[in-house]
């Protein structure tokens, strides 16, 4: 054998064992380190419902629109609350009148001898005075709640971030406790990477974490909290309420994957986040 054919050999072999070794890490990474590409952003999606019914006569925002916490929204007709309103005060100056005239007639009883007024018509004046009083708190309490249902017509946003998917609009209807439209909370997006199991023992709580939005942004960010539960698909509950087994067993079992919380430490400024978008989530174990 000669020198360059020994020297061809060499370097051949030696380009032979740095392919093995380079493969055998990449195996290993992509086996055992903690990451996956199967990550989402999510945040809090807020369901802004109003307290009353009626027609909405004002729409102030617009869709994707950034609002303010306690920033007014829409507003709902007004009118048949003024008018309630009105009822509950003029119920409540009766009631008053009443009140007043119960009470003097029970001190004016009082006040007299027991030879002109008998024990039980005392008991009776006192007794109308405390009735009387009863309904005019009733009263106030009526026209507190007027006052709150009047209030209400206007709706305001619980919190800050982006109007999305509005579709309510001047003119629309308005029903008690039904959504009319979501506002996603600026300041609670997190982001759920979910790992497979083989890959959770190397996953733990405060651990770093890089997350890498497919739109190109980077993230740095911290685990939160592990899930302990998922769905059993191969163990569905019976209508027996006991265990339905499934009969069949695949011999090649895919890892399931496990939902692990990611904090975000910061958003960058300028950087676009969107609920339900997709990300590669990368943990640095701190051991």
Excluded at 93 to 121: C, G, I, L, P, T
Excluded at 143 to 160: C, G, I, M
Excluded at 193 to 199: A, P, V
Excluded at 256 to 278: F, M, N, S, W, Y
Aim: hydrophobic share 45%; net charge positive.
């Amino acid at each position: 054998m000669t020198l360059r054919q020994l020297i061809g050999f060499i370097a051949t072999a030696l380009l032979l064992v740095v392919a093995v070794a380079i493969g055998r890490t990449l195996w290993i990474h992509y086996m055992d380190a903690p990451w996956t590409r199967d990550g989402r952003v999510r945040a809090q999606i807020v369901n802004v419902a109003p307290d009353v019914s009626g027609a909405v006569v004002q729409l102030l925002v617009a869709d994707n629109m950034f609002v303010k916490k306690n920033q007014v929204l829409m507003r709902i007709d007004p009118a048949h609350y003024q008018v309630a309103v009105e009822q509950a005060e003029a119920t409540v100056a009766a009631r008053r009148a009443q009140w007043q005239m119960r009470r003097a007639d029970a001190a004016r009883r009082a006040d007299m001898d027991s030879e002109v007024v008998s024990k039980e018509n005392r008991e009776n004046a006192m007794s109308a005075a405390s009735s009387a009083q009863a309904l005019y708190r009733e009263a106030l309490a009526a026209l507190d709640a007027a006052k709150l249902n009047l209030a209400r017509t206007t709706v305001v946003s619980p919190v800050d971030g982006y109007v999305t998917n509005l579709s309510v609009f001047r003119g629309d209807y308005a029903t008690a406790g039904t959504p009319k439209l979501a506002i996603v909370d600026s300041h609670s997006f997190w982001v759920y990477g979910y790992f497979e199991e083989t890959k959770l023992p190397r996953v733990k709580i405060g651990d770093k974490a890089q997350i890498r939005l497919m739109s190109g942004g980077v993230l740095q960010g911290h685990v939160e909290s592990i899930s302990r539960a998922i769905y059993d698909r191969d163990n569905p509950p019976s209508r027996e309420l006991v265990a339905d087994v499934n009969p069949t067993f695949n011999w090649v079992r895919l890892a399931q994957r496990v939902p692990v919380r990611i904090h975000i430490d910061e958003i960058p400024e300028g950087l676009i986040l969107a609920a339900g978008t997709t990300c590669t989530v990368i943990v640095s174990p701190a051991h």
